[in-house]
Nanobody
Framework: QVQLVESGGGLVQPGGSLRLSCTASGIAIGIYRMGWYRQAPGKQRELVARITSGSTTVYADSVKGRFTISRDNAKNAVSLQMDSLKPEDTAVYSC??????????????WGQGTQVTVSS
């Protein structure tokens, strides 16, 4: 069974840090582009950060300099280190694995999401 399982969410004060982890089963993430997305109440899901199979990273402007995405293919996992958290970072964070098949079809796997709440 293909599955992505996130962990590490929770409640943190502004200025604090959290580390999210996403562990994959049923797929080998080494060939996937991995990403973290978030969705706040009443808003559309947005990209937070992603990392290619070659470890090239892309960040949303709102998190640049504060968040760091990394991958460990040996552990089949990807992480998101979040520092200097702000209330506007509050959202459900979901892990994504993406690749394009040989026939040009998008192949996406999503985790169930983990809640991050930044509040004093």
């Amino acid at each position: 069974q293909v599955q992505l399982v996130e962990s590490g969410g929770g409640l943190v004060q502004p200025g604090g840090s959290l580390r999210l982890s996403c562990t994959a089963s049923g797929i080998a993430i080494g060939i996937y582009r991995m990403g973290w997305y978030r969705q706040a109440p009443g808003k559309q899901r947005e990209l937070v950060a992603r990392i290619t199979s070659g470890s090239t990273t892309v960040y949303a402007d709102s998190v640049k300099g504060r968040f760091t995405i990394s991958r460990d293919n040996a552990k089949n996992a990807v992480s998101l280190q979040m520092d200097s958290l702000k209330p506007e970072d509050t959202a459900v964070y979901s892990c994504n694995a993406h690749k394009t098949t040989a026939r040009g079809r998008d192949d996406d796997v999503w985790g169930q999401g983990t809640q991050v709440t930044v509040s004093s």
